[in-house]
């Protein structure tokens, strides 16, 4: 139990245009999800919080109209990259947690972003 | 705000090999401790958790322990294999108050090698 899915599990687009990244829960719902950021062999950094139904929280520093966080049900979210840009190449992660934020999450598998 | 450290890598081992990775935590309250592996081109796999002091997590021969006292959640295997060549993240989850509650924070990952 407790899987998560990305699609795609890679992309290429051109600079300028929008990518949309999808996270769904597949056998539970997911009252919160997460969104990751990882550079290559670094660490991940926490993008933006959200709740079904709700707006999502970005972390400081994060462009909230550049990166859009959908959750609009309890088994899919979706981040949009707007006017993709070379430097928003990286490696996104998303995670669900069933119970709230306080509880165990999930990870998908990653999606690759390359903006050429 | 919360903060995990992790000793740096890589760490590169023979099979059969004693392993040891050091974590340690800065937190408010008392957080859940977790370890996480990722492999190559994935995302995340809880590898296993500790949610109060003194609680071992144990999964696949490997194991760590939650030591209020001296804020660490080391990850030790007595053999490591071949297979077990990853990045290793070390994570907590905030349960007090803060800008750090309900979110995990990850350790900056040490990537383990190990050799036939």
């Known amino acids: 139990g407790a899987v998560v899915s990305q699609h795609p599990s890679w992309v290429i687009c051109k600079s300028g245009t929008s990518v949309k990244i999808e996270c769904r829960s597949l056998?539970?719902?997911?009252?919160?999800m997460f969104w990751y950021r990882q550079f290559p062999k670094q660490s991940l950094m926490l993008m933006a919080t959200s709740n079904e139904g709700s707006k999502a929280t970005y972390e400081q520093g994060v462009e909230k109209d550049k990166f859009l966080i959908n959750h609009a049900s309890l088994t899919l979210s979706t981040l949009t990259v707007t006017s993709a840009h070379p430097e928003d190449s990286s490696f996104y992660i998303c995670?669900?947690?069933?119970?709230?934020?306080?509880?165990?999450?999930?990870f998908g598998p990653g999606t690759r972003l390359t903006v050429t | 705000g919360d903060s995990v450290t992790q000793m740096e890598g890589p760490v590169t081992l023979s099979e059969e090999a004693f392993l040891t990775i050091n974590c340690t935590y800065t937190a408010t309250g008392y957080p859940s401790l977790f370890w996480y592996v990722q492999y190559p081109g994935e995302g995340l796999q809880l590898l296993l958790k500790a949610t109060k002091a003194d609680d071992k997590g144990s999964n696949k021969g490997f194991e760590a322990t939650y030591r209020k006292e001296t804020t660490s959640f080391h990850l030790e295997k007595g053999s490591v294999q071949v297979s077990d060549s990853a990045v290793y993240f070390c994570?907590?989850?905030?349960?007090?108050?803060?800008?750090?509650?309900?979110?995990?924070?990850f350790g900056q990952g040490t990537i383990l090698t190990v050799h036939p």
């Open positions: 994570a907590l989850l905030a349960r007090a108050g803060g800008t750090s509650y309900g979110k995990l924070t």
């Open positions: 995670s669900a947690a069933g119970g709230g934020f306080l509880y165990e999450q999930y």
């Open positions: 056998d539970f719902q997911a009252t919160t």
